[in-house]
């Protein structure tokens, strides 16, 4: 059967495993190893130059996750890292040089920011910030030096989608490369390779893991980049654990069916959000009236459980009061997870190109697989605790 015609339902199911050998096991063990043994000088030789020749270059378990995630979103291969942020930040090195340019969205994540501001900086990379709604519009900003441009889409904290085809068409057209944070897309829910990317980059860490228990990251590229790439990768000496991979690996077959309750219960809680006195308005794609909603319904398949919420005016005390009382929502920065969380952010902090214009505090939720009941009544008594707070 051609993989192609294969739902990622059933390649989340089949690919990175093992088939074929009698008494092989479902999923693949967990290779613990730093050094590989070859039966003799010919077979060493054999292998010397490829990537298969010590622990640090990957193990069965690693490649195993690696194709299983290349294949689910159409890249020619995955290289995997010890973070999210050692992905981005590996992609950026690998492709830029003294004396390029930069273009990046205004609503990057923002460790990602602070890499291009003082590590790019200083090795003469230049980084200009535009508006993630910029669309075609990018071509002014383009100059004959700019290598790269990087897209987040939507944005984590604020949730802008953009217009990935239009300025992966304009990119490509002056000779730039595109560059993607994927990682609330998911390699479900975006098909980044379809829509004009060349290197698409997740924080595994969130959905692909899913159990917030093990910090990864993965560089997805097309056949044309995966050398220089993967060249880079290998020189950094970047490796993730066995053990790592496996978590990774059993996270990421139940991904497609952990993201469709995300994303019913995201749903449920965000229509339920904006009917509160206190919402000024939802920042969740999926929602029929949020922004960019046309755009999310025509580029990506789904949705995850991470969304924002922007507040009317009111006291930043009365917000303490909601947050800190939640029982079920915890507070932390990551998302993903098959637990709920709620935060308290401030964009404003993180812009440069854009004006964040907002009457009142944001807050970004991720919705859990708990019951979204449940999840409505912890968040009905934190409205309580808003309110008498304001009296
Ligand atoms: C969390 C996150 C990252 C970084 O991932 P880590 O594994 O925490 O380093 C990168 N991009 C986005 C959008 C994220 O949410």
């Not at 309750?261 to 009236?289: F, T």
């Amino acid at each position: 059967m051609d993989d192609r015609k294969l739902h990622p339902e059933t390649l989340l199911a089949h690919e990175g495993r093992e088939r074929g050998r009698i008494g092989g096991t479902v999923n693949t063990p967990v290779y613990r190893a730093s050094t590989l043994l070859f039966p003799s000088v010919e077979s060493l030789q054999a292998q010397n130059g490829t990537l298969n020749t010590y622990g640090r270059h990957g193990n069965p378990t690693t490649r195993s996750l690696e194709s299983a995630l290349a294949e689910l979103e159409g890249a020619y291969g995955a290289m995997l890292t010890p973070s999210g942020l050692s992905a981005l930040t590996t992609a950026l090195l690998a492709t830029l040089k003294p004396g390029d340019h930069l273009l990046m969205t205004d609503s990057v994540y923002d460790p990602t920011r602070a890499f291009c501001d003082e590590t790019l900086k200083r090795f003469g990379i230049e980084t200009s910030y535009y508006d993630p709604l910029i669309g075609e519009g990018i071509a002014a900003l383009i100059r004959p030096n700019t290598r790269v441009v990087f897209l987040e889409s939507p944005g984590s904290l604020t949730f802008e989608v953009q217009d990935v085809p239009a300025i992966a068409a304009v990119a490509h057209a002056h000779g730039a490369l595109v560059m993607l944070d994927n990682t609330w897309g998911t390699p479900v829910h975006f098909p980044s390779f379809k829509h004009g990317v060349d290197i698409s980059i997740h924080a595994a860490t969130k959905y692909i893991v899913g159990h917030s228990d093990v910090l990864m990251g993965v560089i997805l590229t097309t056949e044309a980049l995966f050398p220089q790439v993967r060249g880079f990768y290998k020189q950094l000496g970047l490796s993730v654990s066995a053990d790592d991979a496996y978590l990774a690996l059993r996270g990421l077959r139940t991904l497609s069916t952990r993201l469709e309750r995300h994303q019913r219960n995201a749903e449920k809680i965000a229509q339920w959000l904006a009917e509160q006195p206190e919402v000024e308005r939802i920042l969740y794609p999926a929602l029929p009236d949020a922004p960019g909603h046309a755009q999310w319904k025509r580029d990506f398949s789904g949705a995850c459980g991470l969304f924002g919420v922007v507040f009317k005016a009111l006291p930043e005390q009365a917000m303490r009061a909601m947050l800190d009382g939640m029982q079920l929502f915890g507070m932390g920065f990551s998302w993903g997870g098959f637990e709920s969380l709620i935060l308290l952010t401030n964009p404003s902090a993180h812009r440069s190109a854009t004006t964040w214009k907002a009457e009142g505090p944001l807050v970004r939720l991720h919705i859990g697989l708990e019951h979204p009941d449940d999840l409505i009544a912890d968040l009905e008594d934190g409205f309580r605790r808003l309110r008498a707070a304001c009296r």
